[in-house]
């Protein structure tokens, strides 16, 4: 009796430690949508070309409130990224203080897509073009958060890039010889190799604003590479005391068994 009623105490010890295990887990394993918005950034996605080799970004004028993210996926070509202004569409904006991602190639046959990730800090107009050769000039811009004023929207922008005025007839500075090199410093995800999106060009997409995301990035300047996707948990082991659990659980099953409990 005395070693029945000591196998039925671990018995109810292992059910408590294991809910207890449990529910810390549950508590730990939280998916990151159940944050509060607060914790949260929107990052809204923009295709650069597409699987058909278009020279165009999908969607190519949008809207993305200061504190929002815009993450630049590039399908199979040689493209880049880089900041104008509206008079001239396809010529880089000098003195190293614009956004340039530098040349990103991607195959026909790539499984995994190279993206390039910017701050807003604020609602100005950012104006951007794509600098291989004769893209700009094939109507390859884009704006973020363009002006009301429909002589400046995003037609009257590729307009001009179209017609050679106020640009480089090459494609602007950012010859594919000679690729711009991304600024040093900061946490905030910029580049890297992810996998292939099913697509969702343009669309909001809720990212955790805490420990990969620098909120004192200045608009539109870029930071180095991460090698984690930030759109996904990393975390996919089963976390140690489950196993544990398990362990213990086992045990009291097998004492059961052995001592016809």
């Known amino acids: 009796m005395l ?11 292992a059910t408590g430690i294991y809910a207890q295990v449990e529910d810390e887990i549950i508590a730990g394993w939280a998916p990151t949508k159940r944050q509060s918005p607060e914790g949260m950034v929107t990052v809204h996605a923009v295709q650069v070309g597409n699987a058909e080799g278009s020279k165009r970004f ?72 794509c600098g291989q050769k004769n893209h700009c000039q094939n109507g390859m811009v884009m704006v973020i958060n363009p002006p009301e004023a429909q002589d400046k929207n995003i037609e009257a922008f590729r ?17 594919a010889d000679n690729p711009t090199p ?15 999106p099913g697509g969702n060009g343009g669309s909001g997409i809720a990212l955790p604003s805490d420990g990969s995301i620098s909120s004192t990035v200045s608009s539109g300047r870029p930071t180095p590479t991460q090698t984690a996707d930030p759109f996904i948990s990393t975390g996919n082991a089963a ?5 544990h659990a398990a362990t213990l659980s086992g045990l009291v099953v097998a004492a059961f068994a052995i001592f016809g409990l």
């Open 3 to 13: 070693l029945r009623g000591v196998l039925a105490s671990t018995v109810f010890l």
């Open 58 to 129: 999908y969607p190519d004028s949008l809207k993305a409130e200061p504190g929002s993210m815009v993450q630049f996926q590039f399908h199979p070509a040689n493209h880049s990224v880089a900041q104008s202004t509206f008079d001239s569409p396809c010529s880089p904006i000098g003195g190293g203080t614009g956004i340039r991602s530098g040349f990103l190639p991607v195959s026909a046959d790539a499984t995994e897509m190279p993206v390039f990730t910017i701050m807003i800090n604020d609602s100005s107009p950012v104006w951007l073009f």
């Open 159 to 175: 307009s001009i890039a179209m017609s050679g005025e106020g640009g480089s007839s090459g494609g602007g500075s950012e010859g």
């Open 182 to 196: 991304l600024p040093t410093g900061g946490s905030l995800p910029t580049g890297g190799i992810y996998p292939t």
């Open 239 to 243: 976390p140690q005391q489950i196993s």
